[in-house]
């Protein structure tokens, strides 16, 4: 008597499912099996709680960018990401942004951690990661090397904040190794010619060695 409704449920679980008892309690074991499994896997809540704390951590809020004003190249080397406590900056066209929201592409190890604390405009116009390009120097570079660099200025400007200016080293006499401006006007000229954007010109020979401006 006892047995009768085990042998219905025998009875109904063929009928319903085309499969025999043991089958079905099979695939359903199996099934329960593989939700435990999977479910471990995304951990208990407690786990979870550890998890979310840690991604707190990673996320604190960066301290608000400081303006630094006017620095020299040298001064800028010191926020390469190196000393955590200091913002990372980089600088385009002379003009420093601050990086450290993407600590990842320009923070130790990250992708462009070469460009980090420096003057890139050279290296980013040419699309190169050579240590002679890792500069800010703009001579002889074609026009589309030239747009390249806008659009990349242009992606700073509304990305990050600016934060100061390179100093440019006055050009005291004659004796000094600083490239000559007329050689970067001539360059910028050429570009010019080629059918360069004004702006793009302008830009360039607005922010090359800056010797121009110094020497007067
Ligand atoms: C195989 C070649 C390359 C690939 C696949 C690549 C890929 C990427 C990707 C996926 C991003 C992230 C974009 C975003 O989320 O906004 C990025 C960002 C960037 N890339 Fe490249 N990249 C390449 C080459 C280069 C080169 C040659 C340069 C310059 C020399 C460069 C400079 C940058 C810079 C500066 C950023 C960060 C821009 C920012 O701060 O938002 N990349 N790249």
Redesign the pocket.
Known sequence: MALQPWETLKESITVYTGLSPTTFLTVVALGLAIYCVVSGMFGSSSNHHQRSRDFEEEMQPLPPPVQLGEISEEELKAYDGSDPKKPLL?AIKGQIYD?SQ?RM??GPGG??AL?AGKD?SR??A????EDK?LNGDLSGLGVFELEALQD?EY??MS??VKVGTIKTVPVTDGSTTAEPASTTEGDVAKSAEDGSSDSAAAEAKESTTGGEADKE
Request: a positive charge.
């Open positions: 980089m990086v993407s592409f320009y992708p462009y460009f890139a290296a980013l040419k699309m190169s990661f390009d990349w992606k700073f990305k990050y």
